[in-house]
């Protein structure tokens, strides 16, 4: 077991080079399997479900060379089945992605329910709308894996009763290889469905409009090799900027696309911090004391809410109240429970989080509860007082690289425990 041992109260200081985003390689690394060539994947994030995703695909028959931590090579070529291994797939939520890129490719998929950060009811009822609309038949559920067929898949409209990042993902990579057009409404506009629809397009793919809520794409027979680079990393952006605000600090972050950070620079600016933007970084800092803010989650390009648990943190210490309303998943506050041990005066009533801000938290052992959960521990951890312990920290290496090299290298005093 391994723990992060955080001595709070000194002010980040420096510069920090984000990394590729893990949204989007989760969601690029399967739609390689749509490919008839080598595909040269550079930017990836050294991680955890980045490792998981290349196993998958490795047990899929595919051939996988580490060219660099950053850099693969992959041939799908050699991919001879349609079934996700259960023991791979249970591990992260991303693996349902398989079924629209083996779909695509063999008309077949077999993948376990995915695993992941228990955010409560997730399903995946509109990726298997969509699928459905294009011509798949989904068997029975038999151990908890989905299998899906079809004697060929066919262009249609779909409307999507709920924006869902990871159907619109899904049903893009399918319908690529569908007879016809296929129109998703109603669509998820985050950066990385962008960024995965450049990659299919790259390949040889069709797909107009991504980025708005009408998704337009046009089959083709065949998808070839390519070489590709990922986006920054929105979310492990956001996470140091919050920990720059938090601490009282001054951080350049580098490395980004500063439009994906809107959202989130203008809830940061709300509560008192000062940003300056260039062409691929920001510069932030703080002088005066957090002010409260009111923060709702939403679909892009809404507050994302993989940053509500690390800008919750910044609430429990703003002055007056803050009210915290998460409106796309169940059970994110769960790390709230962390953060009362450290201090925090918070009440729960449903999705709404009400705080009340106190000058300064308190050192304690708490956990990770999920992977950006263990992020807001480790900025609760840099403002409290004496030495913060974070334990299950298993989630937190899921989405962010290097974390504890990163954090050092801007100050502060952590390290890498091993219990």
């Known amino acids: 077991m391994k723990k992060y041992r955080i001595r709070g109260g000194i002010p980040l200081v420096g510069e920090v080079n984000i990394s590729g985003a893990k949204n989007a390689a989760v969601a690029i690394l399967p739609a390689v399997a749509l490919a008839d060539g080598i595909c040269r994947i550079e930017n990836l994030p ?41 023991d791979l797939a249970r591990h992260m939520r991303g693996s349902y992605y398989f079924l629209g890129s083996l779909l695509g490719r063999f ?6 329910l995915p695993g992941g950060c228990d955010f409560g009811e997730r399903p995946i009822d509109q990726h298997l709308k969509g699928f459905t609309a294009l011509g798949a038949v989904q068997a029975p559920l038999e151990n908890a894996t989905v299998a899906l067929s079809a004697e060929k898949l066919v262009g249609n409209s779909i409307y999507m009763d709920k924006v869902s990042v990871g159907a619109t993902a899904n049903v893009m990579m399918a319908a690529c290889k569908a007879r016809g057009i296929t129109i998703i409404e109603n669509a998820a506009k985050e950066p990385h469905i962008v960024d995965l629809a450049n990659f299919l397009n790259f390949l040889g793919a069709d797909i107009s ?13 065949r998808l070839h090799g390519t070489n590709y680079s ?11 900027m919050a920990a720059a605000v938090a601490t009282g600090g001054d951080v350049l972050v580098r490395g980004i696309i500063p439009k994906h950070m809107e959202s989130i620079s203008a809830k940061l600016r709300e509560m008192g911090a000062e940003i300056e933007e260039y062409d691929d970084a920001l510069r932030i800092f703080r002088k005066e004391p957090l002010r409260h803010c ?25 002055e007056g109240r803050s009210v915290l309303n ?15 041990r450290m201090g925090a005066q918070v009440e729960v009533d449903g999705k709404i989080a009400v705080f009340q801000g106190i000058d300064r938290l ?49 100050g502060a005093d952590m390290e890498l425990v091993e219990v």
């Open 294 to 318: 009111n923060v709702k989650t939403m679909p892009h390009p809404g507050f994302p809410t993989d940053m509500q648990p690390q800008i919750g943190v910044l609430l429990s210490i703003a």
């Open 46 to 86: 050294d991680i955890e479900d980045v490792a998981t995703v290349l196993e998958i695909l490795r047990a899929l028959g595919a051939e996988v060379r580490r060219v660099s931590p950053s850099t693969v090579e992959i041939n799908p070529c050699t991919i001879d089945t349609e079934t996700v291994p259960y």
């Open 107 to 112: 008309r077949r998929a077999r993948v376990p």
């Open 326 to 340: 998460e409106d796309v998943y169940d059970k994110r506050f769960r790390y709230l429970d962390e953060l009362r």
């Open 209 to 221: 409009g991504a980025g708005t809520d009408t998704v337009k794409i046009r089959g083709v027979d």
């Open 362 to 410: 308190r050192a304690d052992t708490v956990k990770a509860v999920d992977l950006r959960a263990g992020a807001a521990m480790i900025i609760a951890g840099l403002v409290a007082d004496g030495v913060t312990e974070v334990e299950d920290i298993r989630h937190i290496e899921r989405g962010y690289e290097n974390v504890v090299e990163k954090f050092r290298a801007l």
């Open 230 to 240: 990922i986006i920054p990393d929105q979310i492990e952006a956001g996470t140091y």
